[in-house]
């Protein structure tokens, strides 16, 4: 279950947009997820897949945020 989801994100994570100057990762859009399981159908709860898709989406994100942080620190530009 672990190793779908985990492929699944990889996956819908490539339709991923990115905004702004900086091409800040803009979250996933459900209509990716949709996407996918109409090509891929999985045996998972579509509440847990999503659940699942999301919460690793908003630690991508964090962690992307992180590092932007720790550059502009590095930097000596502070935000």
Excluded: N, T
Aim: charged residues 30%; negative net charge.
């Amino acid at each position: 279950m672990v190793a779908e989801i985990l492929e699944a994100y990889v996956h819908i994570g490539r339709s991923r947009q990115y905004v702004g100057m900086v091409g800040a990762p803009a979250p996933i859009e459900p209509s990716a997820i949709c996407e996918y399981l109409d090509r891929y159908p999985s045996m998972i709860c579509r509440e847990e897949f999503d659940g699942a898709i999301f919460a690793l989406d908003d630690e991508y994100r964090r962690y992307w945020d992180e590092v932007q942080a720790q550059e502009r620190k590095r930097d000596g530009k502070v935000s």
